[in-house]
């Protein structure tokens, strides 16, 4: 049985996503409104500017997955020709444009973009949203995702002020290129004229976004007992993510700021019975985020860290916007190795298992999802290294064929019995 | 599986005895594929390995130095895999293991470039381990930034990285990578895509065609040996009489890169020939020359950045169009898709390409099962016999193109 939602953000967050989704069909099929499919690492922030909603194609997944139809859509491919080994995360989003469910597709199905947007990070996304945008009859901009040389370890520190100093500046002046092509593309696409003011105003607000959620996440790390479930953390932080900057963003954030700080005020824990604090590396388990709070009764286990809250103030904010596209380039062009790569990603989970006093880490492995999944070794020695004991699940974050719960379960089980207690 | 294919080439040998000697040398150096840069090493010669395809080995030719591609096909993965996850592609695990074990520290510098997105995790892993002190040693890893877009800025973006890499080459091997160095090292390296165009042309003869086997170990030692020492070994193996073998169905292989020879001599094994690779172990390391006016810098990395075979080349139809003019060559029978585990990449292109080949008028037959391991070779053996047997003029019958071996 699912976990009741403790938080009244988690409500307005989940019904937000339905009712702007349902508004952006509208759009489309009554009004001819463009709207835009895009990977989650490409700059959202230029599309909301210039007004062009977007659905992210990993939140379609997960909405794919949370609603059990992820099965249907990768048998579909398995039988038009793709098979069995291609990632699953990237793809379930094409899926559901290739493979048709009529009534049972999510939310009525996407709609026919105007546009497509994805960096080119892993070799297989250039072959997805190609197909994708070919199926539609749309079109895509690809931007390049040059490679780092530059590998600072504890890059959290630079960030927010010394951003210029986290990547080549040759990198950089790529990436601002790419930006303005993708711009271009906007500004055809809209017939409206791009202004670099207003995209600095913009991150402002993106900053203030972030912002609020550093104090919800500092407010998390520091109360005695998680007074917040990582999948409501999840919930309303990515509702947020996917508007950015938008005066819905913004006061969401604020208000799920005020909740934690409210629950934590009053002394109030997600489990009361916490003795085991645990954090969840890797994508979430869309198909059975159950999972996350299967634990708390028996052994007051529970999951107090996944990335997606803390990753936002430390890797989304950018003081000093003289040059806000050069600013926004800077987040971008580094975002898959600091989530998944070494040295980036083993030191800042370090760094966050000992501010959130975490016993134990859980690792999901998806080998179906290769990108998401290179560099967990990596982190897991950090972790071990560091004093944390850690459990590698091999799983895939959306793909619920492969899952076994009750071998899941015994493994955890065996986790927290035999290292953690 | 912590050990990739433990008795290496054994397989091979009753076919590598049955051949001349000068193919003997190329076997041998294919098969012990650091052996000539160890020696040369030993004399006092700077060698500079590299990985994959899409590094320009004119550059470090033109520095004065030896350049090694380093792609281990066999061996233990035991201490890779503590760090580098099981479903990386297996010359990458084995390169962090030969990094590891030290086997590596007689280069120079080790040159990754970023044809894959493995071979960027590559150089990440490498850089970690020598950060946190697994690997003790090991030869400073150089990445080598190839973009794949063919937009201006991706083009000034690569050539730039190219002239960088040309200074850090020019201080590793003591000469200056220049216009004067590079036009002889350019000459070379289209010497031996014409050796090699003569290679390709051999194998399509209609009476004793030069064998697949034998052309993709001559093809690949290349790889492993001083390039003006291999275009005078090419040149003298071409002119010497070659044993060719029996006509039968010519296939093309298309799909994940052919390091090894298992394919070819599962393929012959069936009566079939296996008459060009869309990769760069086989027929596309003959192709095309490299231009010889104007920058020679520029050139080469041209040839590198939109030439040569690379999973990343965006729109990937620029990269299909070799594939898709042979099919159409006349000299193709039938197509082999290889597309082992643990592929994620090139399995998107398959039903476009599938389509391609029976547009063409072609059947085809899909292999997912790695042959480099001995277990999975009597499965793909069996659909090899029936498919070639198919293709046979007189074989008629199959012709339904569904099988899947897996």
Known sequence: MAAEKQLACTLAAGEKQKTWFAEVRRDVFEA????????????????????????????????????????????????????????????????????????SAPWGGLPKPAILCARLTCDCIQRIFSLWADSFGAELVAIEAPGSSVLPDRWWELSRHRWE???????????????????????????????????????????EQEEYFEEARQLIARAPKCPVRISEQITNVMAAQWHRGTDWALAHARSFRDEVGQRVADGIAACPEERLRLMWVGAGLWHNTDFYTAFEERYGAVFVWSMYLPFG???????????????????????????????????WIVKEAGLNRIDGAVLLMPKGSRPSASGTLFIASALEAAGIPTLLVEADMVDARGWDNEAAEKAMVNFIEKRLQ | MDTVKPEDHEPYAHMAEKVISP?????????????????????????????????????????????????????????????????????????VELYIAGEL??????VVPRSTEAYHKLYLSLRELKRVGVAQAGPEVI???????????????????????????????GSPVCDDSLAPAIAASNQTRRLLARLQQSRRRADQPVSGYQAHIVTGAGNFLGRHHYNQLLADWLDSPQIGTAPGPRLLVKGCPLDHAYLHEL?????????????????????????????????????????????????ASLGEQWFMKTLQAGFIDGVVFYLPIPDDVL????????????????????VRSDVRYPENRPAVAAMLGKYVGSLQPEGGGDKKPLATIS
């Open chain 2, 267 to 315: 393929v012959e094994m069936a009566g079939g020939q296996v008459v060009a690779e869309d990769d760069d172990w086989g027929a596309r390391a003959a192709e095309p020359l490299l231009r010889t006016e104007g920058s020679p810098l520029a050139a080469v990395f041209d040839h590198y950045y939109s030439e040569v075979p690379c999973p990343r080349t965006f729109p």
């Open chain 1, 165 to 207: 100093e986290l990547s080549e500046p040759y990198r950089l002046d790529l990436m601002v290129e790419e930006l303005g092509t993708l711009v271009r593309a906007l500004e055809k696409l809209t017939d409206r004229r791009f202004d670099k003011a207003k995209l600095r105003s913009f991150m402002e607000r993106v900053n």
């Open chain 2, 347 to 366: 399995g998107w292109d398959f039903p476009r390409q599938r389509a391609a080949a029976e547009a063409a008028g072609l059947t085809w037959r899909l």
């Open chain 1, 313 to 347: 103030p430390d890797w989304y904010i950018r003081y000093g916007l003289d040059d806000p596209l050069r600013a926004l380039a800077s987040r971008v062009v580094t975002m898959n190795e600091v989530l998944h790569n070494p040295p980036y990603a083993p030191s």
């Open chain 2, 23 to 95: 193919f003997h040398y190329f076997h041998e150096v294919y098969r012990d594929r650091l052996r000539e840069a160890r020696s040369a090493q030993r004399s006092g010669k700077v060698i500079v390995g590299y990985v994959g395809n899409t590094v320009p080995i004119e550059l470090i030719i033109a520095a004065g130095c030896f350049p090694l591609r380093v792609a281990p096909i066999a061996g233990t993965t035991a201490n890779a895999d503590r760090y580098v996850e099981s479903f990386t592609d297996v010359d990458a695990r084995l390169i």
């Open chain 2, 143 to 173: 990445l080598y930034e190839i973009l794949h877009t063919q937009r201006t800025a991706s083009r000034e973006y690569g050539l730039a990285r190219t002239r960088e890499l040309a200074k850090r080459l020019s201080v590793v091997g």
């Open chain 2, 105 to 110: 520290d007689f280069l120079s510098r080790l």
């Open chain 1, 32 to 103: 001819g409104k463009p709207y835009a499919i895009i990977q989650a690492d490409t700059p959202h922030d230029l599309f909301h500017l210039m007004g062009v909603p977007v659905v992210t194609n990993q939140w379609w997944a997960a909405i794919i997955a949370t609603k059990q139809l992820s099965g249907d859509y990768l048998d579909g491919l398995a039988k038009l020709g793709y098979h069995e080994d291609l990632c699953r995360y990237c793809s379930l989003g094409l899926a559901s444009t290739l493979i048709d469910l009529k009534e």
